[in-house]
């Protein structure tokens, strides 16, 4: 069973600030996805990593992908209010078949609240 | 045509009622999923369909019963539900179960009463 450690599980800050947003496993993935939620709407994918030590930005939203595809991060610069929401970081499965096959791992989530 | 769609947004529905809740993606993904997700805390994967047959079920309850009439369709009906079932189900695609581009609907809130 792959597990995805996500941390912190609530993020409380003020607008202007600067915050990082982990997701850590022991179990390789082939991809991992970042999504924001909003209440009651679906989770909306932000970005894909796919390739080892890969570096994505999205204007003020950073993410990394580990050396080993085991671990990810999520950096947001100057946090804005409509930052809010729920992050999910979700890891695909390394190989095809298996009983993995067609599941994406699930980080607890992480609970963004921005102050203005 | 980049985005999977779901139908009803919202639905009541009595222990007693039959229902069923829609989902459809013409971004030609062979694969489809089911999630259930309670407030706050992360989708669970409930089905999934390859290549418009059920790959896997997570020892789901018989009183939900998914079925792929086509490749762009995915349905969940619904009976007999108890009020623990009252979540958000959130349809996803990708482009096959071990493909990385994966897309999620908006989502059903369901409430049983």
């Known amino acids: 069973t792959q597990l995805l450690e996500q941390s912190p599980q609530f993020l409380s800050i003020q607008e202007g600030e600067n915050l990082t947003v982990y997701c850590n496993s022991s179990?390789?993935?082939?991809?991992l996805q970042w999504y924001r939620q909003e209440p009651g709407e679906g989770p909306v994918l932000l970005v894909t990593?796919?390739?080892?030590?890969e570096v994505k930005k999205l204007k003020r939203l950073t993410f990394q992908f580990g050396d080993a595809r085991k671990d990810s991060s999520l950096h947001i610069t100057a946090a804005q209010t409509g930052d809010t929401g729920l992050y999910l970081c979700?890891?695909?499965?390394?190989?095809?078949?298996?009983?993995?096959?067609?599941?994406?791992?699930f980080g607890q989530g992480t609970i963004l609240t921005v102050h203005p | 045509d980049t985005e999977v769609t779901q139908t009803p947004k919202h639905l009541v529905m009595g222990m007693t009622n039959k229902k069923s809740l829609k989902c459809e993606q013409h971004?030609?993904?062979?694969?489809m999923y089911w999630y259930k997700q309670k407030a706050k805390k992360p989708p669970e994967l409930m089905f999934v369909?390859?290549?418009?047959?059920?790959?896997i079920n997570e020892s789901v309850p018989s009183r939900f019963s998914p079925e792929c009439p086509n490749s762009s369709l995915l349905n969940l009906h619904l009976h007999a539900l108890q009020p623990e079932d009252s979540a958000l189900y959130l349809c996803?695609?990708?482009?096959?179960?071990?493909?990385?581009?994966?897309?999620f609907g908006p989502g059903t809130r369901l409430t049983v009463t």
């Open positions: 996803a695609s990708s482009q096959d179960p071990t493909g990385y581009l994966w897309a």
């Open positions: 179990s390789v993935f082939s991809s």
């Open positions: 990593v796919v390739t080892g030590g």
């Open positions: 979700a890891g695909a499965p390394s190989g095809a078949g298996g009983t993995s096959y067609g599941k994406l791992t």
């Open positions: 971004m030609g993904h062979r694969a």
């Open positions: 369909y390859s290549y418009e047959k059920l790959s």
